[in-house]
């Protein structure tokens, strides 16, 4: 053998060696990992507030049994608006509308179109609905769980094909369970509506076992008008986690064994929250005890529950006790990293701060000139259109302005600003300033032309059935629990200021898997949350 060929014999023996080296070291990070499952729970609507008051007068309750070896952060925020796509896909993806491109569950696209046009024909641009209404129902408006796609809005695919865009499709950015999954794990996710098909990332396929039941069935029965249905329906999940924590699917179905991350969301606290009147409907039937037709909320301003409230806190402690337990009983507690956190906060804590003075738009059209005006008539002509190219506008303690003419922006936020007092408006962002904060509506086809932020308290409805909402941005929409726990962690407070974005790369690098496969995390420089300390137990 010549010199030459013995030496590239020897330097590709050496890379061989090198590259099972690595694999043999990544294998082995993988196993030796502390953290072989990560359990995440939204408890929707809790606050930071919520949270360190339920520990302080429940010692023996289970989120005081996680903050005494876990991490609690008093200051974690959602990042920019706090409605719940934006909040379950900051927790999953480690990014913000930027990258994510969902600002609502409702929205509007200006390159999509109305279900019914199926050849994807004349101008484009429609709302972008992904709520309950796009469920199959049965003959008794019972939902059936999963999508019916002809309720889907249309659009022109990379094949140039007139298809359905699907939730998981409109994400324009990948998810913690597409990663994990292609880096060998099993991974589950149980939430509120179908559409939380959202999760799965554009791949289509990031969750092995999705599990969706309805909460809010159209012309049928709305779990959300009463807190005992509404524990109800999260009791269905509760047990799906149970039997994953088992090896089994979330319907107790033999199962490829527990999920490397798994999780769900809690309804209960975030409809305690906004009732006005516990099951004022009558509608639950099985909800004839004493919470019946009493009041929900806050009884004030420093966050005491009402008993409707103080009855989910209840529950979802106890249900958070259930979990535990399963884990310790499957010796699985110790190597689980379990993370409650929430999708988003509810605004007002205060009940003496709701304003309920109408939507937006009919109080832009109420205005003296609102019939006149030419940036006044250009909203409420948003508002007022159902299908097509028209612009939309979305409200709840936010409203998201979409223009059909997109050179009224400057204009219409000027016109905004001037009428601040008869709109109870706080701040409006358009122009400039929006473009600071989110993407230039002009070369983003999501993002909208204007948002408008009200005074604290207020909501823009008319609805006699909530004194609380979701949404904006104001301190009791953003700032939500966040305890990240584990038996080999100390109790620890931290008061710095972290979002709840940081929670996907975190959970990533403690699976031992790179968080920057996760493309929000890279373009939004996404941190792992700080001050774990689990460093020393891998």
Known sequence: MSKRSLALTLCLSLSTSLLAFAARKAEKKHSDQAVQHV???????????DAARYIASHPQSALAELASHGTMY??????QLSDSFPGILA?????????????????????????????????????????????????????????????????IDEHGNCVALWPHSALRTNTIFEVVKANGGHTAWE??????DLVNGPTGNGVDDLYTPEITNVNGLDNTQSVV????????????????????????????????????????????????????????VTDTGSLNGQPGGYQ??????????AYALDQTDAALAAMI?????????????????SKHGQSPINPVKVNKPGHFADLVAALPDGQTNQYAIAITNANACATGPCGFVNDDDIALIWLADQTLDIGASTYLNSNAIPLFIDEVMGGNELKLRFNDPLKDSRTPDIIVRPNYGTIYTTSTHKNAEHGGFNYSDTNVALIVSNPSLAAKVLKSPVATSQVAPT?????????????????????PLPGLGLEGAK
């Not at 359990?39 to 507030?49: F, K, Q, R, T, Y």
């Not at 008093?74 to 990042?79: G, K, Q, V």
């Not at 301003?301 to 409707?308: D, I, K, L, N, Y």
């Open 300 to 309: 004030d301003g420093a966050g005491t529950p009402s008993r409707v409230l």
């Open 229 to 284: 249905c509404t524990v109800s329906n999260d009791r269905l999940k509760v047990q799906g986690i149970i039997n994953e924590i088992h090896g089994l699917t979330h319907d107790g179905k033999p199962g490829p064994g527990v999920p490397a991350v798994f999780g769900m969301n809690f309804q209960g606290v975030s409809v305690g929250q906004k009732l006005v009147t516990d099951n004022y409907d009558g509608s639950c």
């Open 39 to 49: 359990l995440l729970i939204s408890v929707d609507g809790l606050h930071s507030l």
């Open 507 to 527: 959970i990533l690098e403690e699976l031992g898997i790179d968080s920057q496969q996760l493309k929000s995390v890279q373009a939004e420089e996404t941190q």
């Open 91 to 155: 927790l999953v993806t480690g990014g913000s509308p930027i990258t994510t491109g969902l600002f609502y569950d409702v929205s509007y696209d200006r390159t999509i179109f109305d279900p019914t046009n199926t050849t994807c024909t004349g101008g484009a641009g429609n709302m972008m609905v992904f709520d309950e209404s796009i469920d199959k129902y049965n003959s008794q408006n019972v939902s059936l769980n999963v999508i019916d796609p002809t309720k889907l809005p249309r659009h």
């Open 191 to 196: 939430d509120k509506h179908p559409a939380y």
């Open 325 to 341: 337990q399963s884990l310790k009983d499957q010796n699985l507690y110790d190597s689980t990293l379990f993370i409650v956190t």
């Open 74 to 79: 008093t200051d974690a925020n959602t990042p």
